[in-house]
C-alpha cells in the first residue's frame, strides 16, 4: 500500500482540495498531520499560538487540537476529518461559524469521550515543530519519505479520471527528479 504523510491546516482551502482528491484514491494510505497556519502567519514576539491563553478559544487551533485527541482517543479520525473540512468548506452555509462547541460536538460523533485541550494542543504543538525541522513553511505538503516533501495547491479537486495520473505525477516528480526544486504554473496579470 502507497503511504503519505500530509500536513494541513482545516481553514486552509488548498488542504480541503487535497483531501477530497486523497480520499478518491483507492490503496492509499493517508496519515494527517496538523500544522498551524496562524502560527505561520504570526507577526509578534509574544510566543506561539500555542501556549498563549488568548487563542485558547481560536477555532482553528481547536478543530487541530480536536483532530489530535480523537486520534489518541482511538476514534473515528477520518469521520472527523471529514466532518471538518465539510463544515468549515463545504457546507458554510448549512453551518455558519463554527464555534469551539461545535467541534467538540463533531468529535463527540467521532467517539471522543473527553477532551483536554491544553494535553491536545501540545501535540499539535509538537506536530507543528516537527512538520517546521522537515521544512514545511504552508499547506498542504505532502511527505513520501523522509525528505521527499512537496507543497501542493491545487485549483480544483481533479476529476476522477485524472486524479491517479496527478498522483502518481506528483510523487514521481517528489521522489524522483531531485533537479526539480521549484515549479509553479503562471498566468498573465489580471488572468484567474
Not at 42 to 57: K, L, M, Q, T
Not at 120 to 145: D, N, Q
Request: charged residues 25%; hydrophobic residues 45%.
Amino acid at each position: 500500500m502507497e503511504r503519505v504523510e500530509v500536513f494541513f491546516d482545516f481553514t486552509c482551502e488548498f488542504s480541503n482540495r487535497a483531501r477530497h482528491w486523497l480520499d478518491e484514491l483507492p490503496g492509499l494510505k493517508v496519515v494527517w498531520r496538523p500544522f498551524s497556519l496562524l502560527e505561520v502567519n504570526r507577526h509578534d514576539d509574544a510566543g506561539p499560538v500555542f501556549s498563549r491563553p488568548e487563542y485558547a478559544d481560536n477555532v482553528s487551533l481547536v478543530a487541530l487540537a480536536v483532530f489530535e485527541a480523537v486520534r489518541e482517543a482511538g476514534g473515528d479520525i477520518d469521520g472527523y476529518r471529514r466532518q471538518m473540512f465539510t463544515a468549515w468548506h463545504d457546507e458554510h452555509d448549512r453551518y455558519g461559524r463554527l464555534t469551539s462547541a461545535d467541534i467538540v460536538g463533531f468529535a463527540e460523533s467521532a467517539g471522543l469521550e473527553n477532551f483536554h485541550y491544553e494535553t491536545a494542543i501540545a501535540r499539535v504543538a509538537a506536530e507543528h515543530a516537527a512538520g517546521r525541522a522537515l521544512g514545511v513553511f504552508g499547506t498542504p505538503t505532502f511527505f513520501f519519505g523522509e525528505h521527499e516533501g512537496v507543497f501542493v495547491k491545487l485549483d480544483a479537486v481533479p476529476a476522477a479520471d485524472r486524479a491517479r495520473g496527478l498522483w502518481q505525477a506528483v510523487h514521481d516528480m517528489t521522489t524522483d527528479q531531485f533537479a526539480l526544486r521549484e515549479w509553479q504554473r503562471v498566468s498573465p496579470q489580471g488572468a484567474s
